[in-house]
T-cell receptor, first 114, second 114 residues
């Protein structure tokens, strides 16, 4: 069964540095998402991406964050000037172009800001 | 915006018993309701979902019911097994042309005692 893959599995970064989290969605999927989960809390929506542009973003997704689909397979989340409170598990998800199809999640990247 | 409440936060059952987890949502426009199971340190995995035009859906030991009028939906697991132990998240979504963000509940820790 095809899977969403994310790299790295764990990223440790100094506060103030920039990080890029990488995702390879399922190949025929058209909708891409980033979510985050702070330890012990619920999964929170960050941003959705369709047709090479952001379709929706949450209040969390401020100017510090950006997303990009640099080629036909990768989908990246960039966090500039990281803060301690950015420490979380970041999940990428993708879904097909058919309505009501489920979102498939990757294994996540655990981001630790020191 | 959409808000999803989930209860209980923890649930302990004896192996073989049934487990019920309940969620309420606030936005009457929500039309898609997935349930995800998350084992410790792993990705959320879809276990069942339901659309707003359906009142109930069943898949082996798992069933979901939806009451649109009351804006609540429930997950029912029968004949629970130790491997059902995990965190379960409900979510609500409005399926649209540009994708659909998932708004998650806070999660329920299910412990099945053998």
């Amino acid at each position: 069964e095809p899977e969403v893959t994310q790299t790295p599995s764990h990223q440790v970064t100094q506060m103030g540095q920039e990080v890029i989290l990488r995702c390879v969605p399922i190949s025929n999927h058209l909708y891409f998402y980033w979510y985050r989960q702070i330890l012990g809390q619920k999964v929170e929506f960050l941003v959705s991406f369709y047709n090479n542009e952001i379709s929706e973003k949450s209040e969390i997704f401020d100017d510090q964050f950006s997303v990009e689909r640099p080629d036909g397979s990768n989908f990246t989340l960039k966090i500039r000037s990281t803060k301690l409170e950015d420490s979380a598990m970041y999940f990428c998800a993708s879904s097909s172009g058919t309505p009501y199809q489920p979102q498939h999640f990757g294994d996540g990247t655990r981001l630790s800001i020191l | 915006g959409e808000n999803v409440e989930q209860h209980p936060s923890t649930l302990s059952v004896q192996e073989g018993d049934s487990a019920v987890i309940k969620c309420t949502y606030s936005d009457s426009a929500s039309n898609y309701f997935p349930w995800y199971k998350q084992e410790l340190g792993k990705r959320p995995q879809l276990i069942i979902d339901i659309r707003s035009n359906v009142g109930e859906k069943k898949d082996q030991r798992i069933a979901v019911t939806l009451n649109k009028t009351a804006k609540h939906f429930s997950l029912h697991i029968t004949e629970t097994q130790p491997e059902d132990s995990a965190v379960y998240f409900c979510a609500a979504s409005i399926v649209g042309e540009y994708g659909n963000k998932l708004v998650f509940g806070a999660g329920t820790i299910l412990r099945v005692k053998s």
